[in-house]
Each structure stands twice: as structure tokens, then as C-alpha cells.
């Protein structure tokens, strides 16, 4: 005969939130009688986060672009490595960025107007993801993950030199340039990147960057 089975097992949730809103409300869920939510980790950036990545929750969800050097899309590849399911909770969402994220590896993208109660329904499994079509215009390329770390700082709204980015990243100012040129030819079929303003266009078009600079959680 076979064994009656027990209860559904919990979902682990980490949350990497620099603004908490999302941890204190999944906290507070969690809390509930008859939950299937357990809060493994609540970190305010991913530097910390990763300090103990192999212990990575069934499913982590990000803000995205928290004010640290690692873009969205290399903390999605990350996770999708190790079978850690990532949601992406954005400020706005593009067309373009929705299905970048989806495509590199994110379990469903979201943004502020999702209540946490449609939130924990994706976490539980209660809601299978939306599909996500690539909108006309957006290009299936591929940068390796320093392409992409150069390319995404390089155009973003800090503007760093190349040296600057040596310096940030500890690695030499010629790998920096060499990554940032293969960087541009891999995008170069969504239009040219000859110039940083280019550069910038191209990555926000086919949602690499966001379309906007992200305001900071703290004024």
C-alpha cells in the first residue's frame, strides 16, 4: 500500500530588496496559519546576498537594479545556474526588459502594482508564469557575463572611464576595453554603438539596462 503523503513542503523565499518593502510584507504572509511561505533571507543588496549563495532559496526574488555593480540580468544568470527560481520586482518594465529577463533565466517579472498576495500565488505555484513573446526589435543576442558587467556599467548613468572601470572591477584597463568592444560588435545588429550615447540607446532599446535610471530608495 502506498504511504500517505504529508503535507506540501514549504517554499523557501530569500528577498534582495535595498527598499524592504517586499521582505516585511512576505515576512507578514509567511506568518499566516497554513502558509507554505518560510523567509529564508532578507538581504538589502547582493553583495551580502551572495556572501552565502550556495545556500540560495528555492526562489529569490530581486529589485531590480539595486545601486551595486552587478546588473539584473548577471544576478538572474547567477541564480538560474545553481536552479534558484528568480523574480525580478521592477519600479517600470519595459516590453523589451520583461522578455531580456525571462529569456536569461527570471521565473516571472513583476512590477510595484503586484500585491503580494498575486506575488505568493507565483511562489506557491498557484499561478504558472505568464508567457512572454520577444517584442519586434529585440535581438537574441548573447554577451558572456563580463561583457555584459562592462557594457551595462559602462552605459549606465554613472558614466565611469574605462579606467575607472579597471579599478572598480580589479581587472586591467585593456581587458576593459576589450570587453567593451566585443560588447558592441554582439549588440550591433540593434542599431550602432559607436558612441557611449549609442551604446546607452542600443541597451536600453533591447533591455539589457533599464529604459530610465532607477531613483534611490533613500532620498
Known sequence: ?????????????????DALFIGAALSTLAGV???RLKIQRIEQGWIPYIASFDDAADVVILRD???????????????????????VVADEMSDARRWRLVDEGAFVVLDRRTSVQELSAFLV????PPQVERPAGCVASRLS???LQVSSLYAGR????STVLAQLLGIPVAS????????????????????????????REQGWILASPRRSANP
Open 176 to 203: 576593459v576595453r576589450t570587453h567593451l568592444q566585443r560588447a558592441r560588435t554582439a549588440l550591433r545588429p540593434g542599431g550602432s554603438t559607436s558612441s557611449r550615447a549609442e551604446l546607452v540607446s542600443v541597451m
Open 1 to 17: 500500500p502506498r504511504a500517505a503523503s504529508g503535507p506540501p513542503s514549504p517554499v523557501t523565499v530569500d528577498v534582495v530588496d
Open 33 to 35: 496559519p497554513g502558509s
Open 145 to 147: 557575463d563580463r561583457e
Open 65 to 87: 537594479e539595486l545601486g551595486d555593480h552587478v546588473p539584473t540580468v548577471l544576478k538572474v544568470r547567477a541564480l538560474a545556474r545553481i536552479k534558484a527560481r528568480p523574480i
Open 158 to 161: 554613472a558614466a565611469p572611464s
Open 125 to 128: 505555484g498557484r499561478q504558472p
